[in-house]
C-alpha cells in the first residue's frame, strides 16, 4: 500500500519543474517566504490574538491592509475566497430576498443563496462567442434588472469580474447605477486582488464596489487558501467578524494568515514596481499570440492575464493544454476553446520566455469552428435552496431530461455552473455537462 499517494504525487509533480502558471501565486518560491516561516503554526494565544475576536495583531494587521487596500474594513480569510462571497451576500441580503447576479458566478455564491434561501435574478454577460463563462456584465442590464424588480426586496448586486479570462466589467457604471437604488455592489474580485498595483488601478473598490471578495493567493505571494474581505462601506463593519464565524473554521491557519500580512508588506514594499513590470512582459507575450493568429479577449482586460483561444488556429485548447505541458508549462485552465495562464512576479524570466517561446512554435492550421451554441438561462423550477435541500437521488445525466437540479453543476475549474440548483434540464444543458465531463448529476427526486 502506498501510505502517502497524495504527498507523492505532488513531489512527482515538483520533480516535472514545470512553469507555474496557475495559482498559486507565490509560485513555490523558496526564497519568498523567510525561513523561519514555516516553524510558525501556531493557534489562538494570549498573544497572537483571535480572528473572529480580533483586538490585537490580527486587528492590527487588518488595518494595515485596510489602508493598502483603501477601504473601511479589511478583514484575513484563511478559508479562501469562498468564505468572503459568504460573508459579504450574508451582510447585505436578508433571508428569502432577491439578489441580482451575473450569470457567470462561481458555484460557491450559488451555494450561499441555497444557504440564505435567496432568489437570483440572472443578467447574462456579453458574452466572447460560445463561451458560457466569459462576458462582461453592463451597466444598463443591471439597472434594468432592478427597474423590473423594484416591487421586491433586493438584497444586492452581485458580479464577478475579472473573469477567469481576464475580462473587466464597467464597474464603475455598474455601482453608480447600484448608488442611484441605494444597492449594494458586490464584486467577487477573485481573480483581481493584484489589480491595485497594476498602471491602471482596476480594483473594484476603486471603481465604486460596496464589497469585494478577493482570493489573494492566485495572484499574490500568499498560501492557499488566503483572501481579503474589502468593505468601502463602514455601516457593514461591526456584523463583519460574527457573519464571517457562521461560515468559517474555529481554528483558522496562522500560517494562511500570516502569508497575508506578508502580503500587505510586499504591496506596499515591491508589489507595484514588480507588477508593472510584468505587466510589460505579459503584453510582450500576448502581443506574440495575436501575431500568430491567436485570438485573446478583446476589450477591457487584466493586463497579466493571459488566454488564448487556441481553436483560432486549428488547435483544441484541451489538446493545445497537453503541448505546452509537453513543453514545461503547466497551464491554470483549458477547455475545448481556450488556455488560461496566470503569470505573477515569482515566475522566473525563463519561465516566461518559456512560454513566450511555446506560442512562437504552437502549429498553426485552420480554424475550428465551434458549434453555434444559443446562450439561455434555463427554466427555474424551484429556488436554489428548494431544490438544494429536497430529497435528492444521482443519476446519469444523459437520463436527465426534464429532471430539476438539485446542485449547481460545473467542472472545476473555472467552477461556474452550467446548470444552476432549480433548474430545469433539457437535451441542451445535457450536451453541454457531458461535453464538460458531467456524466452524473444529483436532480430532485420524482
Known sequence: MNKTPLYDALIKHKNLLRASMHTPGHKNNPFYFPKEFWSLDFTELPDTDSLFEANGVIALAEKNAASVFGTAGTFFSSGGCTLCIQTMISLCCKRGSKIISSRNIHRSAVNTMALLDLQPIWILPKNEPNSFTSGRIQAEDVEQAIINNLNSS?????????????????????????????????????????????KQNLHPIKLGATMTACSAHKTLPVLTGGAFLNISDERYLPYVKETMSIFASTSPSYLIMASLDLAVAYMCDKGKSDFQELEERTISIKNTAKNRGILIPNGLCDTTRIAINTASIGMNGNIAGEYFRLNGIEPEFTDNIWVVFIATPFNTIEELDRL????????????????????????QIMTPSEAFFSKKEVISTLMANNRISAVSACPCPPGIPLVMAGELITKKEIDLLILNGINNISVVAE
Open 154 to 198: 433586493i438584497g444586492a448586486v452581485y458580479i464577478t469580474s475579472p473573469t477567469y479570462y481576464g475580462e473587466i466589467s464597467d464597474i464603475k457604471s455598474i455601482s453608480e447605477v447600484c448608488k442611484k437604488y441605494d444597492i449594494p455592489l458586490l464584486v467577487d474580485n477573485a481573480h483581481g486582488t493584484h489589480l491595485l498595483l497594476t
Open 356 to 379: 513566450e517561446n511555446a506560442i512562437k512554435n504552437i502549429p498553426i492550421n485552420s480554424p475550428i469552428v465551434n458549434k453555434s451554441i444559443n446562450i439561455e438561462i434555463p427554466k
